[in-house]
């Protein structure tokens, strides 16, 4: 049976009692102890038409599908959720605070210096960097003999084709950063991680280039969502 909440919820939040306003209950008990209607009110600070902060924030993770989905979208889709109180400024915020959240993710695991041993070492530093954005990148990452990152690079943004990567782009930083070897990586937007016809094709070409400059290509991966696939482990690369 579901909990009747108390009446001054639906009124505005300096209305009420001071220990449940969510800015002051974070404050004296810290942000574990709050909900995420209750964290995402501190974002968004005022209600409209009667409804409060919470009820905004309640209504934003409602209508996106939960706080997981609310938190790839982008400005613009979150306005799209069309919830009266939510405009331009509050949208901005929310989706500044959800891409810090990633950032912070993807700052545990600085790229430079790492060594990496197997597909999901990789997948661990880069696959908080690509799998939320709407356009697909295709990266190289070159390694020392160690198997060491020296650097990576985007080589493309948009719609991945073998008309538009070539070995070339991909080898010509490699063989500035005196790469010993390359990893390949590109992002899915779609959430499908299986290596399209497409890509399957690019990641011959480029591993054929690579054995006849002496830089082997030791994998390719496909970042999508949370998942992502290896060519190496999946025996693609040949």
């Known amino acids: ?45 005022t209600g409209s038409g009667g409804a409060s902060a919470v009820d905004l924030a309640r209504q934003l993770i409602d209508k996106s599908g939960g706080l997981y989905k609310l938190s790839k979208m982008d400005y613009q889709e979150i306005l799209n959720l069309d919830i009266k109180g939510i405009g331009n400024a509050k949208a901005v915020t929310i989706a500044a605070a959800m891409q810090l959240g990633r950032c912070v993710e993807s700052e545990q695991e600085k790229p430079e210096d790492k060594i990496v041993k197997s597909s999901d070492d990789v997948a661990k530093i880069y696959g908080p960097k690509l799998r939320d954005l709407k356009k697909e990148k295709f990266m190289v990452v070159m390694l020392a003999s160690n198997n060491k990152i020296l650097k990576d690079k985007v080589v493309t943004e948009g719609t991945i084709n073998s008309s538009v990567i070539t070995p070339r782009e991909v080898f010509h930083e490699a063989v500035i950063a005196l790469a010993a070897a390359v990893i390949l ?21 480029i591993v054929a280039a690579g054995k006849n400059m002496d830089i082997p290509v030791l994998d390719h991966l496909v970042i999508a969502d949370e998942s992502y696939t290896s060519f190496a482990d999946e025996g693609l690369l040949n």
């Open 1 to 45: 049976m579901k909990s009747k909440e108390p009446a001054y919820y639906g009124n505005p939040i300096n209305e009420w009692p001071e220990d449940d306003r969510p800015r002051e209950k974070m404050m004296k008990l810290g942000a574990f102890r709050l909900s995420y209607s209750e964290l995402l009110a501190i974002l968004i600070r």
């Open 185 to 205: 990586i590109h992002n899915h937007p779609s959430g499908n991680k299986k290596p399209s016809r497409e890509d399957v094709k690019i990641t011959k070409k």
